[in-house]
């Protein structure tokens, strides 16, 4: 899975964000609609990824151009 250097930062909202997620959040944010569909699928969950912290991932990478406002189920991108 692509976003596997993302797990610790999407389970602990005080980790470091690798460099290698960031690349891949940024690939994959040109698509809020793809990013959110991974961040709230079963495979996730089973991941141990928790979608409040895994919504802020972009904002901690600093992205400027993400969908900031962007409603993915419950939560919001920051």
């Known amino acids: 899975m692509k976003l596997a250097p993302c ?37 996730a969950k089973m991941a141990g990824i928790n979608p409040q912290i895994a919504i802020g991932i972009p904002k901690r990478c600093n992205l400027a151009d993400r969908p900031v406002g962007y409603k993915c189920g419950a939560y919001t991108l920051p």
């Open 7 to 43: 797990a610790s930062a999407a389970q602990d909202a005080n980790s470091a964000v690798p460099s290698s997620c960031c690349a891949q959040v940024k690939k994959l944010g040109k698509n809020p609609k793809c990013l959110c569909a991974v961040m709230l699928s079963n495979m």
